[in-house]
């Protein structure tokens, strides 16, 4: 006779516990989506020096994330979604808000230039959905066996930091300088225009990770790197401007880096010729 076996009773698997030290990574990304969002609030209301303030506490976080997470050994398949997210909130839809707003606030009601508001948002709109494109492709480049080995020292695009760090550089300078020729609706939307492009396009820019410094110009960078504290400190807004100026001017110089690396890489894996 054969023996009647009795099915156990379903029970959910139990929760393990997670220790506080693995939500800390998640909490500074979190944080870094909040100050995205309070720059979109900021702007709103034409409240453009706290705006960029937001910002730039959000890209200072988001530097921060992911070595935290390494140091603390808590990096996670939900600190990687949410960090697409934060940046996508923080570098992408508030900087293309901020454009929009401060390109509207001068405009007066009827004129010639308020009737193009739709093209305005349609290119604000631009520059967001390429940054999430950018941000996408980032993620699933990062699994990419096939990747030469010379793409480690660069990015594939212009990161999304760094795009909205350019395209509030007008709005820095005519803070600093007070002059209101720049904002100005053809500026804004040149921006928009080439931010997003340059965000969505292969691109080669710098990798700040795969820089590094040699010894014997330790000295003079630790210099110029507590100058550059000391005047963000007395002159925030004029060494704003300076700093996207450079990044900017540092675009064609990270492409012809590129070039020569790949041509280095491409000559060392070719066959060899053989003289007859």
Known sequence: MKKIKFRRPYRRPRMRKIPIRAMIPNMVTLMAAAS???SIQYSSQGNWRFAIFAIFAACMLDGLDGRVARMLNASSKLGAELDSLS???SFGVAPALFTYYWIMEPIAAGSTAESYKGLYWALS????????FRLARFNIMIDDENRRSYWNNFFTGLPSPGAAGLLLTPAIWQIHTGYAGLQNPVVGCVMLVSMGVLMACPLP??????IHIKVKYLPPFLL????TIGMLISQFWLTLGVIGLVYF???PVCFVAFWRMKRQYEAERSPAKVSV
């Open 125 to 132: 709109l631009f520059y967001a959905m390429c940054g999430g």
């Open 36 to 38: 995205g969002i309070t």
């Open 249 to 251: 001017s540092s675009i």
């Open 224 to 227: 110029v790197a507590m100058f």
């Open 87 to 89: 940046d996508f909130v």
């Open 205 to 210: 820019t710098f990798c700040a990770k795969a």
